[in-house]
C-alpha cells in the first residue's frame, strides 16, 4: 500500500471493526471526516480496518479481512447515495438489512456517521443498530465503551439501551415506533475547533482524489444562508480553527515528513479571517495549496497565486446560474461582471481553465436562465480565452434549507433544460466548453432518498437497497420534515 501515515497511531486493538466508506478509496482518502474517525478509533485501542469499493471490494485495506468476520460494521455515510451501497454491501456480505431480523442470531452491530446524519439520518433508520449523530468525534468514545461492554458480555439488549443513553446518539430500536420519532436528540455541530480536535489528514496517499496533499480543516460551518444549501441549517454555526494553531500543528508535520502540497479544507475558503496569513506562511515553507472550495466573489489574488505555484492550472468555482436575478434568489449575491472580473485575474496569472459549477430546475428559472449559461460561458471564453468545463447538476430540494419546500422538477423538465443549453453551446465557435451533467434520473433518485423516513428506509432495506425500487410517494417529504422536527 502506498499511504504514509501522518499520525503515530496505536498498533493492534481488542475491538474489530469495519470502518466503511462507500465509494473508491481514491474518495474515501479525500475525506477528512473519514480520516479523522479512522484515527480516533486507533488512538481509542479499536482493531480497526478500512473497507471502500476498492482495490478489493469486501476486503479490508489492512488485513484483507471479509467483511462478515467483524462483529461491529459502521460506515460513514457522506450523501444519500452512499446508504444504497452501503445496504448492498450487508446484503452481498449475508447481513440481514433490517435492524429487527439481526436483533436475535450472531450477527453484527451496524452504525453510521457522516455528512448525511446532519441532514436526515432517517434513511438510514431501519439497518443501523445505532447512528451518530453529527460531529461523531464527541460521542465516539461513548459508543467504543458500550461496544466493548458488548463484546464482553454479548447482551445486545443492554447494548441498545446505554446507546440510547447518549444524547446525540440515535437507536432506532427505542427511539422510533411504528414509524415515528419518540424522543428529541442532540445532533453533535457546535463544539468549538480547539487544540484537541484533528486538523489534518491521517495517511498520505498518491491515490485520493487531490493526489499526494496534506488536507487542513480550516473552518466548519457557513456565515452564510444560501436557498439550497444544507450547510448553514445543519452544520452548525461557523467554527473556524486560529491560524497560529494551523500553522504550529504545519510546522510540526513539515519538521517530520515531506509535504509538497497543502489542501486548505472549508465550505468557502475566502471566509475565513486569516487566510491571507495562513497563505504567507505556507508560500514561506514553498508549499503548494489547493482549496476544495473556491467563493468567487471572496477569490484573491494572492489565493489564485497559491495555487498556480501549486502547480494547478485550472480554477473550481461556482456560478451556480447564468443570470444575476437568479443567482442572487438563491443567496449567492455575485454579478457575472464579478465572475467575469476574478477568472480575468486568474487568467492574467497563467490559469488557462476553469471549472463552473451550474443548477438547474431552480425555483424561478426559466429557459432564458438556461440560454444565459451558455451566454456566460461564451462571454468567459471570450474576455479570458480559458478552456471551460460546465458541471450541471439540477437542484434537488433537502431538508434543513430555506429552499427545503421547493419543487424537484423532474427528470423530463430537467431533459429539456439540458437540450436548451446543449443547443446554445453548439452555437459556440471556438474553444466550445465540455459539458458535464448529472443524469436526470440520478437526481431524482437522490431527491427522494434525501427525503426518506423510517418507513421509507425499511422498504429500501427489503428491496436490497435498490432505490428504483422503492415507489416514492411525494407526501413523504411532509412526513419526513415533522419526524425530523420531532428528533431536533
Ligand atoms: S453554498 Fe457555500 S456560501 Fe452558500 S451557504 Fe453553502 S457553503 Fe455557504
Redesign the pocket.
Known sequence: MDEECVAELPRGGDLPWALFYPADYSVASSSLGYHYIYRALKELGVAVERFCNDPVPFRSIEGDTLLERFPIITASVAYEGNAEIFYRWLNSANIPLLSEDRLTGNYPIIGAGGAMTYINPLLLSAVCDFIILGDALDALPYAVGSLRSYLAEGNKEKLLDELGEHPSILVPARHIRNGKVEVKRVLSNDQPLDAGHPMNSTWLTPRSSFGKTLLVELQRG?V???SY?T??GCFGKMRYRDSGMIKERLEEIFSAREVDQVGLVT??AGDHPQIEDLLDFLESKNKGVSFA?L?LDRLTEKMLSALKRGGRHSVTVAPETGSDELRFSC??KFTNDMILEKLGMAASLGIDQAKLYFMTGLPGETDEDIKAIADLSKRIIAETGMNLILSVNPFVPKPGTVWCGKEFVGTAAIRKKYEILEKELTKTKKKRPQLRMTSPKEAESEFSLAWYGYNESMALAKNNGISKKVRFDPATRAKTLLELERLW
Open positions: 457557513c452564510r444562508n444560501c444549501c450547510l448553514p465550505p468557502e472550495s467563493r443567496g449567492k
